[in-house]
């Protein structure tokens, strides 16, 4: 008996490395150099996939055990592995339309604007509308809003419109202006502003925030296949630099709709967290409806309203607690009625309803926090369907450094867009004075105050790139290195810090924290590899890496070497 069992054992511990000792893998991924976001094990150089989700994280050697017959084996060559990237505030929709309709993005002067604009007119039926996004003045000689005159130069009879990157401002032609009926005495809507020439009192061309809509709700709509065809576009966009989930800031269920028609029939892969408008129709239905989660294989969640309390600094349209520094006449303006706004959330408190607030100026900033408070305050934790709501501040730009710590307190979670600061701080020293600047964009006092901060690229209004968005949290200078008086290099973030930013942090901002944004065994395989270690390389050499490859669901979603 004895020796039958020594023979056993000798037998046994032959025949098993022959064998895998476990399930084998449907894809292992070996040779990488993997940063996993997982503080107990940070990195590694291989990574076992079964079906959606991590099987296995360590070296080359113990991964071999789950190579099976069936096993696809990717060789990285070195290549660096993350957590796949989360963009955790982006307006899908408006990527992908960015790539359908004039794309002023990079516009490097007036003429330039007006050479792109006439080229298109130039194309146009008579009467077509010719609608754009993209320009930015902040760097053009001199940096002033373009006017309806100047548009007028190029497009005298098609009504023309054209968005400010940020979104919050737009210039309309003399065309545009008489199709929507404003004139000297269209009286400013709520919320928005129409910018008027100081000696005629003429309407110039720009419209501030909601005053954009007497425009555009002229312009044709958008058609359905439009509309489904920005956000394929968008989602090949984002996948092809690596983001693996958006969080889509705002919209409406038509674009619910839209993603489940195009998850159902397979066409996108990206996952979607969703928010919707509110207070108004869509934040009404989606309380009364309840939340969707983990849809379409935990690709699409909706379970947030979207709120804008306030304008953007460009166009002085934030709110800010005292005049702008370059405009003492104005301290910009709220764009929600705290009327409207509080039984809202406080239903949302009681139906588990995740709420979400562009915050930009530092009014705007303490407002939204107030309302908060006084409704965590009306709904105590066990009339709460969540007693930790999770409760977002989107952009916090601005904040009263006395406001920074009611963060924390109150388990609000700020989610700031690092380019926003690179871009904005150009400007934002005459806007806000130097003084003012103690608060601003404070990524890394917010992070030692005791939250997390998820970052976000808030494309359109920025690129949307995810090593723009790490560059600029980790260098906090332009592009070209440039930084100056006023920037607060110390609010700079280490590249553990980023990484997590874009990772487990936008996953703890969803609910998603044990489900994805590290690479653990349990996860789902969402992974994004780079052709550099962007932990370690000089900073510019960060704006140069590239996404190799994007993984959804232990599915390789994009691929450079195949596309080339
Ligand atoms: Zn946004």
């Known amino acids: 008996m004895k020796l039958l069992l020594i023979v056993l054992s000798i037998l046994i511990l032959t025949l098993v490395p022959l064998q895998p000792r476990v399930a084998p893998a449907d894809i292992v991924f070996k040779n990488g150099n993997v940063y996993t976001a997982n503080d107990k094990a940070p990195q590694a150089q291989a990574i076992a996939v079964k079906a959606d989700h991590i099987v296995f994280v360590g070296t080359n050697a113990d991964a071999q055990k789950y190579v099976g017959a069936n096993t696809r084996v990717v060789d990285l060559h070195g290549n660096t592995v993350l957590p796949g990237f989360t963009d955790a505030h982006q307006h899908l929709s408006g990527v992908g339309q960015r790539e359908m309709t004039l ?19 130039d194309q146009a039926k008579p009467g077509e509308w010719v609608t754009g996004r993209g320009w930015i003045e902040t760097h053009w000689q001199p940096p002033a809003f373009p006017t309806r005159w100047d548009l007028d130069k190029v497009s005298p009879n098609n009504p023309v419109i054209l968005g400010r990157a940020d979104g919050h401002g737009a210039v309309a032609n003399s065309a545009a202006l008489k199709l929507a009926g404003v004139d000297k005495s269209t009286p400013n809507p709520f919320g928005g502003e129409i910018s008027k020439d100081k000696q005629s009192g003429e309407p110039n061309g720009m419209l501030l925030d909601a005053a954009q809509g007497l425009v555009r709700r002229k312009v044709p709509p958008t058609t359905a296949a439009d509309a489904e065809r920005a956000v394929e576009l968008g989602v090949k966009r984002d996948i092809s630099l690596g983001w693996t989930q958006i969080q889509d800031a705002g919209g409406s269920y038509d674009d619910v709709n839209i993603f489940k028609k195009l998850y159902a029939a397979g066409t996108i892969k990206l996952r979607i967290y969703k928010a919707v408008y509110g207070p108004g129709p869509n934040a009404t239905r989606l309380l009364n409806e ?221 609910f998603e924290e044990k489900l994805r944004g590290s690479i653990e065994p349990g996860k789902l395989a969402d992974l994004t590899i780079l052709s550099a270690d962007i932990m370690k390389i000089p900073e510019l050499d960060i704006l140069k890496t590239r996404c190799v490859m994007t993984v959804i669901n232990g599915e390789v979603v994009f691929d450079r070497n195949e596309r080339e």
Do not use: C
């Open 103 to 121: 794309n002023l993005e990079g516009t490097t002067s007036l003429e330039d604007l007006l050479a792109k604009v006439k080229a298109r007119v």
């Open 290 to 510: 309840g939340p969707t989660i983990g849809a379409f294989e935990n690709r699409f969640t909706l379970r947030t309203i979207k709120v804008i309390s306030d304008g953007a600094l460009g166009s002085r349209g934030a709110a800010l607690l005292g005049p702008y520094s370059d405009a003492p006449d104005t301290s910009g303006f709220l764009t929600v009625k705290a009327e409207e706004l509080r039984p809202m959330l406080i239903d949302a408190l009681r139906k588990g309803i995740q709420v979400e607030t562009h915050a930009i100026g530092d009014r705007a900033n303490r407002f939204i926090l107030d309302e908060y408070e006084r409704a965590l305050n009306a709904v105590p934790p066990g009339e709460r369907k969540i007693a930790e709501p999770r409760w977002r501040v989107e952009h916090a730009q601005i904040v009263n450094p006395a406001d920074i710590p009611r963060f924390a307190k109150l388990g609000i979670i700020p989610s700031m867009q690092p380019s926003h600061a690179i871009g904005d701080l150009f400007f934002a020293p005459s806007r806000l004075g130097l003084e003012r600047l103690a608060g601003a964009y404070a990524w890394e006092t917010f992070i030692k105050s005791g939250v997390v901060v998820p970052g976000g690229s808030d494309a359109p209004v920025e690129r949307g790139e995810p090593m723009i968005e790490f560059y600029a949290a980790v260098a906090r200078k332009d592009p070209k290195g440039f930084s100056s008086e006023g920037w607060h290099p110390e609010e700079a973030v280490t590249r553990e810090q980023a990484l997590k930013m874009f990772t487990i942090w936008p996953a703890y901002a969803a």
